[in-house]
């Protein structure tokens, strides 16, 4: 049954395919730091989408907390924030980089198995981000929980 469950995971997956169940997406929420305190944020015309792929993700939304789905072929994946600006320029706002390990995890004799992730890190390559916090490291199958805190220049 597993050497069976295992061969169609393998045979359904490719180098850039990602998945967009919460079990195996980052679930990342924005924050604004001013000088005395942190607020929720919500960032306006955002798209996202893969690094070195035409995937998006989410196009010209606006966005509190978002879901970041996982390459469960690769134990690092990369996406690509744009601010829109205007009618349709797309303006890069930073690029985050989730650094993970990943396990088979058993969910019942009905459902099979899934991967439970652990974050190792989560980096980012601006200024425009002021800092980023693991909050869970560990992301399962049907749980909601916040994963990852941006904080965000004003």
């Known amino acids: 049954m597993t050497l069976l469950l295992m061969s169609f995971l393998t045979s359904q997956c490719s180098n850039d395919t990602y998945y967009l169940s919460n079990q195996q997406a980052v679930q990342t929420t924005f924050y604004t730091v001013h000088e005395t305190s942190i607020a929720d944020t919500v960032m306006s015309g955002m798209t996202i989408q893969g690094l070195s792929s035409d995937s998006v993700i989410y196009s010209s939304v606006n966005i509190t907390d978002l879901y970041l ?32 390990t990943k ?15 652990h974050l190792q890190a ?14 869970n490291a560990t992301i399962q199958y049907n749980e909601n929980f916040e994963n990852v805190k941006i904080y965000v220049r004003p």
Not at 103 to 117: D, Q
Not at 122 to 135: A, G, K, L, P, Y
């Open 69 to 100: 789905p996982l390459n469960l072929n690769a134990n690092e994946c990369s996406w690509v924030l744009f601010k829109n600006e205007g009618t349709e320029a797309k303006v890069p706002f930073d690029t985050l980089t989730f650094v993970y």
């Open 103 to 117: 396990e088979l995890a058993f969910i019942s004799g009905s459902n099979g198995m899934t991967y439970k992730v």
């Open 122 to 135: 989560v980096s980012h390559q601006t200024e425009r981000i002021d800092s980023i916090h693991i909050s």
